[in-house]
C-alpha cells in the first residue's frame, strides 16, 4: 500500500507569483484534505474535495484553490503569493469525509515566498 | 469556538523515564480527539484516537492517552521514553460543525535525552 505522495519538497517562489502544488493520495482513498502549517504553529484546514469537488473550506482567501482529478490525486493553487504563504502545506487523503475516520498525510511541501 | 491548548511548547524527558504531553479541548459535544507525531521534514503521523468507549487509549509506538472529561483533557503518555521519540506532538480535535475538519494544537516539541 503506497501512502501519500507529494510534489515538490521545497520550492523557492517571488511574491505575486502563482504555485501549483501536488499529492497522490493513499491507495484507495478517496478523499483529499490540504492544510497549512506556519512555522511554529499546527497545521490550518484549508479546504477538502471529494469526488472532484469542494467539500468544504477553512478562512482562506479565494486565491487559495484546488482540484481533484477521477484518480482522486489533487492539486492546491494559490495565486498573487504572499510572504506570510511561506509554510509547509500537507496534503491528506482518507477513505470517507469524516475526520474521525483518520487521515494519512504526506510529507509536506515547503513554500518559502520571498 | 472550538479550540486545542497544548500548554508546553517543550518537554523535557530523560530515557527511560515516564513521559506526558499534555492537551486541553474546548468543543460543544463529545470530542473526537487525535494525537499526531512530526519528525523533521516528514509529514504527520497518526498515534491514537478517542471516538467513544474506554478512556485510555492504546496506539502506536507504545504511546497512550488518557482522556478526561471532567477535565478536558486529552494527555499523551509513555511508560518509558526513547530517544527515538523526540519529536513535534500534535494534539487535534475534529470539527464539530464541519465533520471532515481537524483543529489542531500548536504543538509540543518532546526531546528525549539518553
Known amino acids: 500500500e503506497t501512502g501519500v505522495t507529494q510534489s515538490p519538497t521545497h520550492l523557492i517562489k517571488t511574491r505575486g507569483q502563482q504555485v501549483t502544488l501536488r499529492c497522490s493520495s493513499q491507495s484507495g482513498h478517496n478523499t483529499v484534505s490540504w492544510y497549512q502549517q506556519a512555522l511554529g504553529q499546527g497545521p490550518q484546514f484549508i479546504f477538502q474535495?471529494?469526488?472532484?469537488?469542494?467539500?468544504g473550506r477553512g478562512n482562506f482567501p479565494p486565491r487559495f484553490s484546488g482540484l481533484q482529478f477521477p484518480n482522486y490525486s489533487s492539486e492546491l493553487n494559490v495565486n498573487a503569493l504572499e510572504l506570510d504563504d511561506s509554510a509547509l502545506y500537507l496534503c491528506a487523503s482518507s477513505l470517507a469525509l469524516a475526520a474521525s475516520y483518520g487521515y494519512t498525510f504526506g510529507s509536506g511541501t515547503r513554500l518559502t515566498v520571498v | 469556538a472550538q479550540s486545542v491548548a497544548q500548554p508546553e511548547d517543550q518537554v523535557n524527558v530523560a530515557e527511560g523515564n515516564p513521559l506526558t504531553v499534555k492537551c486541553t479541548y474546548s468543543?460543544?459535544?463529545?470530542?473526537?480527539l487525535f494525537w499526531y507525531v512530526q519528525y523533521p521534514n516528514r509529514g504527520l503521523q497518526f498515534l491514537l484516537k478517542?471516538?467513544?468507549?474506554?478512556?485510555l487509549v492504546k496506539g502506536s509506538y507504545g504511546f497512550e492517552a488518557e482522556f478526561n472529561k471532567s477535565q478536558t483533557s486529552f494527555h499523551l503518555k509513555k511508560p518509558s521514553a526513547l530517544v527515538s521519540d523526540s519529536a513535534l506532538y500534535f494534539c487535534a480535535v475534529r470539527d464539530m460543525d464541519s465533520s471532515y475538519k481537524l483543529i489542531f494544537g500548536s504543538g509540543t516539541r518532546l526531546l528525549v535525552r539518553p
Open positions: 478517542y471516538i467513544t468507549g474506554d478512556n
Open positions: 468543543v460543544s459535544g463529545n470530542p473526537y
Open positions: 474535495y471529494y469526488r472532484e469537488e469542494e467539500n
